[in-house]
């Protein structure tokens, strides 16, 4: 890896933290300045790697969530853009996982399929969106979310030196969790420090686990 892949990466550890403690504590016309720059700092991070695995699905789904990013600046109007861009990169990335060589078998891939199912729908009856565009909206994207999820753990069972991936797609799964219950359910104390913590991190986790992680390819069937 590049050395200025590293430093970018790196970097975005203070952006990270700089964007979380503006969502919470500084007034949103800061936090809109800061939001976007820990996406922008992994995106060139990824982009001046020297080629690594799913470099290419990596940066759709960093610019998707950057888009997701930008669309949640606007809690009304953007929230089903935001989570129409966020599906698409949490495809992007599942796509992106699926073609670097683990070939699961057809039981392994119906069980996760089952489980991000009933996932899926019971995280829609707790949440109870309060309308069914919101509700058929939410449910595709925890069922996307939960297959990403599930398919991040198999891979890490696969290549424990993957343990990053077990890590990220949990703590990005956490901060949906959060962001759901807070606006369809109750306020949720210090939700952007929540929300925004494990966002980052999942983010750079998943990153690190492109660009730290290669000659871990490529995986073992199952």
Same mark, same amino acid.
């Given at each position: 890896?590049?050395?200025?892949? =590293? ?5 975005? !550890?203070?952006?990270? %933290? ?32 020297? =080629? ?13 969530? @950057? ?23 949490? %495809?992007?990335?599942?796509?992106? !996982?699926?073609?670097?060589?683990? !070939?699961?078998? @057809?039981?392994?891939?119906? %069980? ?18 309060? =309308? ?91």
């Amino acid at each position: 890896m590049l050395l200025g892949s =590293s430093l970018l990466w790196w970097l975005t !550890l203070p952006l990270a %933290v700089l964007a979380t403690l503006a969502g919470h504590f500084a007034p949103r016309r800061y936090y809109a300045a800061l939001k976007p720059l820990p996406l922008l700092a992994l995106m060139l991070a990824v982009a001046l790697a020297d =080629s690594p695995p799913g470099q290419m699905g990596l940066l759709i789904a960093l610019a998707f969530s @950057l888009l997701g990013d930008i669309a949640l600046l606007f809690p009304r109007r953007g929230f089903l853009p935001g989570l129409l861009a966020f599906l698409i990169a949490h %495809v992007a990335l599942w796509l992106t !996982l699926l073609a670097q060589g683990a !070939l699961f078998s @057809l039981a392994l891939q119906t %069980v996760l399929l089952v489980l991000a199912l009933l996932m899926a729908l019971g995280m829609s009856l707790l949440l109870r969106p309060p =309308s069914l565009l919101l509700r058929l909206s939410v449910f595709v994207y925890v069922l996307m979310l939960a297959l990403l999820v599930l398919t991040a753990l198999a891979f890490a069972s696969l290549q424990p030196s993957w343990w990053l991936l077990a890590v990220a797609a949990p703590l990005f799964a956490f901060s949906d969790g959060v962001l759901g219950w807070n606006r369809f359910r109750q306020p949720v104390p210090a939700a952007p420090l929540w929300i925004l913590s494990s966002y980052y991190a999942a983010q750079l986790l998943y990153v690190a686990a492109f660009l730290f992680m290669a000659e871990s390819w490529p995986l073992p069937s199952q």
